[in-house]
């Protein structure tokens, strides 16, 4: 069956340091989005990515579709960055599990 | 412009009721797609409607229905109520659907439901 890894499960980091958040998925995708869930539950969609590499003030990502695997990298991390990071490829019908992401002033 | 909206935010229904969720998407947007979030876990997806038609539905039971109206926003009806339908429930609309499904999805903040 269709699977989405996420990894790391948690990470824990300083205000200020950098992170790389991985996804691998089993199949072939035509697109792939990339999610923020706040600690009140809000899920922000942050990028739109099935190919290719974007970039969005602090966070950007990039998608290599030929091997199954897409990364978003977080620069400079701020507390608001807490929260659960979800990757969704095969057209949002399967989320991944999710990168629990918590930065400490 | 609005958000996609729903409601309510918050509900409390006693086992074997049954619920309607609300979900008004995005102007412009003629999909909608359901989602089911139990805690500590991912999104699940339930339903997705384009055009007023059913294009996806997830491995729910039959207990859970959705419906969309000519003016695009949805309901997602749940009967007799279990304990483990507890979850935050989510609506996201997007501007295409159908096969490609090739288009960014936008959440509501959800429908927390709590079944006692």
């Known amino acids: 069956g269709i699977q989405v890894e996420q990894s790391p499960p948690d990470l824990i980091l300083q205000e200020g340091a950098n992170s790389t958040l991985r996804c691998n998925f089993s199949d072939s995708v035509n697109n792939l989005q990339w999610f923020h869930q706040n600690p009140w539950g809000q899920l922000i969609n942050l990028f739109y990515i099935p190919s290719g590499t974007k970039q969005n003030g602090r966070l950007s990502a990039t998608t290599v579709a030929t091997e199954r695997y897409s990364l978003l990298y977080i620069s400079s991390s701020q507390t608001t960055d807490s929260g659960v990071y979800f990757c969704a490829p095969f057209n949002n019908l399967f989320f991944g599990t999710g990168t629990r992401l918590t930065v400490i002033p | 412009d609005a958000g996609v909206t729903q409601s309510p935010t918050h509900l409390i229904k006693t086992r074997g009721q049954h619920v309607t969720l609300r979900c008004s998407p995005i102007?412009?947007?003629?999909?909608v797609s359901w989602y089911q979030q139990v805690l500590g876990q991912g999104p699940q997806f339930i339903f997705q409607?384009?055009?007023?038609?059913?294009?996806g539905r997830g491995n729910f039971p039959d207990r859970f229905s959705a419906r969309q109206f000519p003016n695009y926003s949805s309901e997602l009806n749940v009967n007799a109520l279990l304990l483990g339908d507890s979850a935050l429930y989510l609506c996201?609309?997007?501007?295409?659907?159908?096969?490609?499904?090739?288009?960014?999805?936008?959440f509501g903040n959800g429908t927390r439901l709590t079944v006692t």
């Open positions: 409607y384009y055009e007023k038609e059913e294009r």
């Open positions: 996201a609309s997007s501007q295409a659907g159908g096969s490609s499904y090739n288009s960014p999805l936008h």
């Open positions: 102007s412009g947007h003629k999909s």
